[in-house]
C-alpha cells in the first residue's frame, strides 16, 4: 500500500508502515532500499504498545486488521459453515 500511495501522493505524503513481523519489517526495507526523500519508512512494532506519541499521525490505514474483520463478516455472513476449495462460495483471506 505504501509505494502507490507515496506516488500518488507526489511529495508531500509521508509513510510509516508498522508491521510486528521483523521478517516482513527486513523484506519490504531490502525490496525498496532506503527512501533518499524519506517518505517511507517501515518499523517493527506491537499494536498494542505503539511507540508513537497521541496525534502522531493525521490518518492512519490498518491493512491487516481491515482484512480480519472483513473476513469475519464473510465468515458470518455465509453462515460460519466452511466452504471447499472448489466451491464457488470458497474464500480465501
Do not use: H
Request: glycine share 10%; with cysteine; proline share 3%.
Amino acid at each position: 500500500i505504501a509505494e502507490p500511495l507515496t506516488e500518488r501522493a507526489g511529495g508531500g505524503l509521508r509513510v510509516t508502515n508498522v508491521d510486528f513481523s521483523a521478517a516482513a519489517v527486513e523484506t519490504m526495507q531490502r525490496v525498496y532500499g532506503v527512501d533518499s526523500r524519506n517518505r517511507n519508512i517501515w518499523i517493527i512494532a506491537d499494536v498494542l504498545d505503539m511507540p508513537f506519541a497521541s496525534a502522531s499521525f493525521d490518518l492512519v490505514l490498518d491493512k491487516g486488521t481491515f482484512d480480519a474483520f472483513e473476513c469475519a463478516d464473510l465468515a458470518r455472513r455465509d453462515g460460519g459453515s466452511a466452504r471447499g476449495a472448489g466451491s464457488p462460495a470458497a474464500r480465501l483471506c
